[in-house]
């Protein structure tokens, strides 16, 4: 049994339908604030439910796909969201990233905590910690991205990375 909810966003109300499938509890914009237009796709969430729940459609499966593929449909998705320049960085480093996968992983299925900590021990061999930190956090709204565009739950999470040979130049009086 679905449900319809109005939830108050930044510049207008949006209805949001909430509704359980495969034994979890989700929430699925309508992306109006009409209720009309909110409770025509009410109605068609609870018939695919239906259908579901008497077995007449298989859930689609997440067909693989490889990581320059998902980069250039990271980049697609978000051309007119972003600025050009935070674009084009963040494409230069998922390309390093992707450059680093390439013999060993190529779908992003494959892709472990492991491969990310490996990375980011290559990485600090040749650049300076921040650079590393900068690499990692472009991770994470790719992963975001993997989320959204359903291809997966996501590259694992990073962990920055501290300097450690760092010296105090000035202590305070």
Not at 22 to 28: A, H, I, R, V, Y
Not at 72 to 97: C, E, G, M, S, W
């Amino acid at each position: 049994m679905a449900s319809l909810h109005k939830r108050k966003g930044k510049r207008r109300c949006i209805w949001y339908v909430r509704h359980w499938r495969f034994g979890k509890d989700t929430w699925k914009s309508c992306g109006t604030s009409d209720k009309k237009l909110a409770l025509d796709i009410l109605k068609k969430i609870e018939s695919e439910d239906e259908r579901l729940s008497q077995g007449l459609e298989v859930p689609r499966r997440i067909k693989p796909i490889t990581f320059e593929d998902f980069i250039d449909l990271y980049v697609r998705d978000r051309v007119n969201r972003l600025a050009p320049r935070t674009i084009q960085t963040d494409l230069a480093k998922l390309k390093i990233f992707a450059d680093f996968l390439k013999d060993s992983k190529t779908l992003i299925s494959l892709v472990r905590t492991r491969d990310v900590e490996k990375f980011r021990e290559a990485r600090l061999k040749s650049v300076k910690p921040a650079t590393v930190n900068i690499s990692l956090a472009t991770l994470r709204p790719a992963s975001h991205g993997l989320r959204s565009m359903g291809i997966r739950s996501g590259i694992p999470s990073p962990r920055r990375t501290s300097r450690l040979d760092w010296t105090i130049r000035y202590l305070a009086p």
